[in-house]
């Protein structure tokens, strides 16, 4: 069981902006899921997608869970680690950052995926420019 099943907690399944890496999007087609139903394009250009959001909660919700756990998103696994000025930081939505801020294994990964993420943004953009 992951903590925030632990925690019975899907704070961060609301509200939120979640940026989809391009392997995001791969792993969440080989699940059958059509690419119109579950992405759009980043309100901040530059040919990036996000995860739709309605009414505010993610459309992978359901009855509580994340119905994609096991193929969910980088930036949802990686949640709630952030950087801050270049340092592993933990965002202040998480009701339960002290348990993830303790956690090094956790950090670790976290520390991994974000860089995966920002790879991935920046590869996105330049081939939008090009
Ligand atoms: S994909 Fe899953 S973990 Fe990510 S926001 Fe949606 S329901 Fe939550
Ligand atoms: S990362 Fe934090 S806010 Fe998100 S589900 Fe887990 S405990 Fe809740």
Redesign the pocket.
Known sequence: MSICGDLNC?K??HD?E?VLTHDDVDRLLTMGHYEQTFARPSRHGHNLKE?IFENGT?I??KDGK?S??QN??TA?RIFPYVTEDGKDAIDSGCPHGDIFRKDEIFISTGRDGFKHIIKDVERTISTAIE
């Open positions: 899907s961060c399944c939120r979640v995860l993610c992978f919700l994340c994609v756990y969910r998103p949802c």
